[in-house]
């Protein structure tokens, strides 16, 4: 009975007209599929006064009628259903995404969606994520696509859609003109706002995306043609091993003082702290970049770091041997010019599993490579790290150690205390693998010896609702920003390079550090003379 009534309804069509249909879909978008934006305001809003009463009225209504304006001109008759279909599922898929992690969608955040690996994209597809989208998006796709659309002929559809843009603009005039003082202070101070507001915050930033893409085909920037390698006399080979940590946040390593002994094995290890380090950016896909270059955050431009040569392409010129060993998302352009070992395509099952491998891999055949180096070399460690929303799957079974854990995707599913601690046992996992590491360094004191661990990006694990990582950096938390790095120092380097190890834990902790040092402290590192080193960047000047 209920089948046949089910069939019935999908096997009749409704119809209504292009404008009620515009007006509905209006609605639709600036309720339903704005829940972030409205939470936002919900939280921000205080009414104090008449004024701030007035424009919190009025802006349900601004939303509403900037849609409608936009749609009225968009929708035309050939392709209404199918770039209505299109708006629908994105911007479901983006509602969710706001909703449930707090992130804004701006030109990194599609940055970051586009850059993307297909392990990271299948570690968000979930099945609340995937209902979520279905009730909010499929189903009122499927609606459309049984509903016939009535037109007008066109010199009458045209002036409707005219008077319709026309009303709008004068109702958005006399909204600006009574709470104009209200508008521009909310914008101002809330700049952010604007990456909420769904289908034109995508659209937004997907044009801004291939406005800087747009000029890849341009010449590659070399800033130094014949940097040089000049060692100390009599000097052993150096050998220096970065670390590149993923999703790392100081907050949770104990070595920076968290209640939770998440560092048990390099808190036995003779290392230089560094206390407080600001990351490049919030999301791999500018801070890996950033990291590299010798532009320094306030002057990056990420599409034109890719373009410029980075401190890899000058170790390699200067004569190091330079190798980057990927278990990551990819080097993001930075390591297009070395020698390159993909370890997850090994696809070794006893580090690998369910597409993704743990960090152990990376040092897999390590002692092989270090026995007899026939040059100095710049080793380049590309960590998985503390990946989420699957920060249950970064670490073997032995290291669940703090409990309750939240062993799923649907962050929303689980307390934060579940989230804490499940994220504290990637942390507890990493120092394993940094532990051994330098086990394997300690082998081979023939050599000069240095590893440097920093970390991309910190993460949000659900403070102030928020989660993941990703937000416009002058609104996201300390707990994205501000990321662990230390360095091990063996006493061959400290002795041949003249390095006081105490000035400089003391250095560590008393100043302040980020990203824009590391290209400068590794140019000093590999004793590489070229003309864009900046000693005021350089740490360990």
């Keep these: 009975m209920i089948y046949e009534k089910l069939k019935k309804i999908w096997h009749s069509q409704w119809e209504i007209s292009s404008g009620k249909l515009i007006f509905i879909l209006s609605l639709y978008f600036a309720t339903v599929l704005d829940l972030s934006f409205w939470r936002f305001v919900w939280n921000i809003v205080e009414i104090n006064s008449i004024a701030v009463a007035v424009f919190a009225f009025s802006l349900p209504f601004f939303i509403f009628l900037t849609l409608w304006m936009f749609f009225n001109l968009i929708y035309v008759k050939y392709v209404f259903k199918s770039l209505t279909g299109l708006l629908l599922l994105v911007s479901a898929a983006a509602n969710y995404a706001m909703f449930t992690f707090g992130i804004f969608i701006d030109s990194d955040m599609y940055r970051n969606v586009i850059e993307t690996d297909v392990q990271e994209t299948l570690a968000l597809i979930t099945p609340i994520s995937c209902l979520w989208v279905f009730v909010t998006g499929v189903l009122p796709l499927l609606l459309l696509l049984k509903t016939k659309i009535k037109y007008d002929h066109f010199g009458r559809e045209l002036k409707k859609r005219l008077f319709n843009i026309v009303l709008s603009l004068l109702i958005l005039a006399a909204f600006a003109a009574v709470s104009y003082k209200e508008y521009v202070s909310f914008g101002r101070n809330h700049n952010e706002v604007r990456k909420l507001i769904n289908t034109f915050n995508y659209i937004y930033a997907t044009g801004r995306y291939y406005q800087k893409e747009a000029r890849r085909n341009r010449e590659f920037v070399i800033l130094d043609q014949a940097p040089e390698f000049m060692p100390a006399a009599d000097a052993p080979k150096k050998l220096i091993v970065l670390v590149v940590g993923e999703t790392a946040r100081a907050a949770n390593f104990s070595l920076y003082g968290y209640e939770r002994e998440t560092n048990p094995l390099l808190q036995k290890e003779d290392l230089i702290v560094f206390g407080n380090v600001e990351a490049c950016g919030t999301s791999t896909a500018v801070s890996v970049p950033c ?37 990551d998302g990819g080097c993001k352009g930075v390591c297009d010019r070395v020698p390159t070992e993909d370890m997850r395509a090994t696809k070794d099952e006893k580090f690998c599993k369910n597409g993704s491998c743990f960090d152990e891999i990376l040092l897999e055949g390590l002692d092989d490579k270090l026995k007899n180096l ?26 669940k ?13 689980c307390s934060q205390e579940e989230i804490i601690s499940t994220y504290d046992n990637t942390i507890l996992y990493t120092d394993y693998v940094l532990a051994q590491l330098i086990g394997i360094l300690k082998k081979y004191p023939q050599y000069q010896t240095v590893m440097l661990y920093v970390s991309d990006h910190g993460e949000s694990l659900g403070e102030n609702n928020i989660y993941l990582h990703g937000l416009p950096y002058a609104i996201a938390p300390d707990y994205q920003t501000k990321v662990p790095m230390f360095m091990w120092m063996s006493d061959v380097y ?38 864009v080193y900046d000693q005021h960047l350089d740490i360990l000047k």
């Excluded at 710049?378 to 073997?396: A, Q």
Aim: charged share 25%.
């Design 401 to 413: 150690k703090f409990r309750p854990s939240c062993d799923t995707a649907d962050l929303q599913n």
């Design 374 to 399: 026939e040059s100095d070399t710049l080793l380049v460690l590309h960590t998985m790290g503390s990946h989420g929303p699957t920060y249950f799957e970064r670490y073997p079974d032995e290291f």
């Design 494 to 531: 400290a002795k041949y390079n003249g390095v006081d190890v105490g000035a400089l834990k003391e250095k560590a902790s008393k100043e302040n550090f980020s990203h824009d040092n590391l290209f400068h402290t590794l140019l000093n590192l590999t004793d590489i003379k070229t003309t």
């Design 291 to 327: 990291m590299f270059s010798h532009m320094t955050r306030d002057d990056l431009d990420v599409t034109d770091a890719k373009f410029t040569q980075n401190v890899l392409d000058i170790a390699k010129l200067a004569g190091y041997q330079v190798l980057w060993r990927e278990n």
